[in-house]
């Protein structure tokens, strides 16, 4: 089974930035569209990002030109760069593949406040 394992996370004053990893087991970037997800206190998970096996991105409207996503297949890694980080931001971020499968990982808080 695939595991997932998110970090980075962390409290960032509003307007500053934060880089997430994500971590599977078993090659699996190579082959899936990948996805970074985010799921706010009582609120359901919702898309942030995805990438395709060629490279192509999407992103949700509330952080387009704003967040990055990206992966190094070498190093079986995926990120996602987040800048001008707004309090809306706060949630658990979580990665997996597009469209998803059931096992999610523990995920990775990001906390944006003053």
């Known amino acids: 089974q695939v595991q997932f394992v998110e970090s980075g996370g962390g409290l960032v004053q509003p307007g500053g930035s934060l880089r997430l990893s994500c971590t599977a087991s078993?090659?699996?970037?190579?082959?899936?569209?990948m996805g970074w997800y985010r799921q706010a206190p009582g609120k359901q998970r919702e898309l942030v990002a995805r990438?395709?096996?060629?490279?192509?991105?999407n992103y949700a409207d509330s952080v387009k030109g704003r967040f990055t996503i990206s992966r190094d297949n070498g190093k079986n890694t995926m990120y996602l760069q987040m800048n001008s980080l707004k309090p809306e931001d706060t949630a658990v971020y979580y990665c997996?593949?597009?469209?998803?499968?059931?096992?999610w990982g523990q995920g990775t808080q990001v906390t944006v406040s003053s």
């Open positions: 078993g090659s699996i970037f190579r082959f899936y569209t």
């Open positions: 990438i395709t096996i060629g490279n192509s991105t």
């Open positions: 997996n593949k597009y469209p998803p499968h059931n096992l």
